[in-house]
């Protein structure tokens, strides 16, 4: 089935450098991109999401770029500090009547990022 | 201020119990979800609710059963004949819509068996 995936499970990254996370998605009707931030016993936390119409979004220190063409999706952290390690995640909702499904989501597996000091 | 509210924090399981995770939210959304999250892994859609008194089925509601009474509620029970349910258990809320916007997560139920 078409689905979310991650290349890397596992990023260490040295504090001050910048982070780059990937994202390859198969479903060619996904529009709309989120990427959330878990950290250890809680929720994912919203980070920064996209629509397909764009492919640059920015936030505070996150850079999210969307290649259509290849069905890519990757974060980027700028400055990485300590705080940042944490379980990362992107997720798709695909293109729906508004009244079918509701805003559902698939996620993927999820990167690990570990900021080294 | 607004959020999710998932309690309880930690809870406990015997063979054969039933248990109910609550989730309450006042971000006024209409829409809210349930997921499970096994160690080390991503996040499974158990039920998903639209609209007050209507809810549908995601990719893993065997074993689950949930109501919606109220636009701020949620709760999942899970019953006697989910034989694996040692999980993290999330619930979400979103807006509905033609703008759509990100699922918001409360910080979640660990439950485990006795």
């Known amino acids: 089935g078409e689905s979310v995936g991650l290349h890397l499970p596992t990023l260490s990254v040295q504090e001050g450098d910048n982070s780059i996370i990937n994202c390859a998605y198969s479903?060619?009707?996904?529009?709309?991109f989120i990427w959330y931030k878990q950290e250890s016993g809680k929720g994912p936390q919203f980070i920064i999401d996209?629509?397909?119409?764009?492919d640059k979004r920015q936030g505070q220190r996150v850079t999210v770029l969307l290649n259509k063409t290849v069905k890519h999706l990757s974060l980027q952290i700028a400055a990485t500090q300590p705080g940042d390690s944490a379980v990362y995640f992107c997720?798709?909702?695909?293109?729906?009547?508004?009244?079918?499904?509701?805003?559902?989501?698939?996620f993927g597996g999820g990167t690990r990022v570990l900021v080294k000091p | 201020d607004g959020g999710i509210t998932q309690s309880p924090k930690y809870l406990f399981r015997k063979e054969g119990q039933n248990v109910t995770l609550s989730c309450e939210q006042n971000?006024?959304?209409?829409?809210m979800y349930w997921y499970r999250q096994d160690p080390g892994q991503g996040l499974r859609l158990i039920y998903y609710?639209?609209?007050?008194?209507?809810?549908q089925k995601g990719d893993i509601a065997e074993g689950y059963s949930v109501s919606r009474e109220k636009k701020e509620s949620f709760p999942l029970t899970v019953t006697s004949a989910q034989k694996n349910p040692t999980a993290f258990y999330l619930c979400?809320?979103?807006?509905?819509?033609?703008?759509?916007?990100?699922?918001?997560f409360g910080d979640g139920t660990r439950l485990s068996i006795l």
């Open positions: 979400a809320s979103s807006i509905l819509g033609g703008t759509r916007g990100p699922q918001h």
């Open positions: 971000l006024n959304h209409d829409a």
């Open positions: 609710s639209q609209i007050v008194n209507d809810f």
């Open positions: 479903n060619s009707a996904s529009d709309y």
């Open positions: 996209i629509r397909s119409n764009m």
């Open positions: 997720a798709e909702n695909p293109r729906r009547l508004i009244k079918a499904a509701g805003n559902k989501l698939t």
